[in-house]
């Protein structure tokens, strides 16, 4: 069974600090994702990383992926009170498609709170 | 419409009763999932449709739990004698293709009293 275990799961900052969440998880995957929920909404996608290596950036979060390690890093750099949210990583267990198309494994998710 | 649509959004219901939730998928959209999240955790995988096939329903909890697709568009989550460990935000996602990127509604969240 593939776990995927994210740390922190809570998370107070300061604006203006910088912080890592990470993902391990436990099987090999050579896709990931991240999310972002607001309290009461929906799944906001961030980032897809299909390959090892490969590291993406939006604004003041950057992602990376490491599959050998098998652990994806979601970097905060100089937060701000707008990035306030809970965050999702998942993996996706299948090494080709098939016809279960994915059922992503996901976290338990990371609360952020960025604070004046 | 522009987004996947799911409805009704909040659902109290009595232990005991049955529930449908449904799901408008973004059009065209070949692949249909649903996901079950409990509070403060991350949603868990309960079936995948591929047009009006529902190809795996692993994730299902019981036989209680029941989906269709009848025709390749929306579909319904059915709950049948509902009980309180089945209080959760259901919600929906589609993509163009099984392996393209999914595209979440805002969910079905279901309270059992």
């Known amino acids: 069974e593939l776990k995927v ?67 994806s890093t979601l970097h905060i750099t100089a937060a701000v009170h707008d990035l306030s949210a809970t965050y999702f990583c998942a993996v996706d267990p299948s090494k080709m498609p098939t016809n279960s198309g994915y059922a992503l494994n996901f976290g338990k998710g990371t609360s952020l709170l960025v604070t004046p | 419409g522009a987004g996947v649509s799911q409805s009704p959004r909040y659902k109290v219901a009595k232990r005991g009763q049955d529930v449908a939730l449904r799901c408008d998928p973004i059009s065209g959209h070949v692949s249909l999932f649903w996901y079950q999240q409990a509070l403060g955790q991350g949603p868990e995988f309960l079936t995948y449709f591929q047009n009006e096939a529902q190809l795996d329903k692993s994730g299902l ?53």
């Open chain 1, 5 to 71: 275990e994210q740390n922190p799961l809570f998370l107070s900052m300061q604006e203006g600090k910088n912080y890592t969440i990470y993902c391990n998880y436990s099987t090999t995957s050579d896709r990931l994702y991240w999310y972002r929920q607001d309290p009461g909404k929906s799944l906001e996608s961030l980032f897809v990383l299909l390959s090892n290596g490969a590291v993406k950036q939006e604004g003041r979060l950057m992602a990376s992926l490491d599959t050998k390690a098998r652990l």
């Open chain 2, 61 to 113: 909890p019981s036989d209680r739990f029941f989906a269709e697709r009848p025709e390749g568009s929306v579909s319904t989550l059915k709950i049948q004698r509902t009980q309180q460990e089945d209080s959760a935000v259901y919600l929906c996602a589609s993509s163009v293709t099984p392996t393209g990127e999914l595209f979440f509604g805002e969910g079905s969240r279901l309270t059992v009293l």
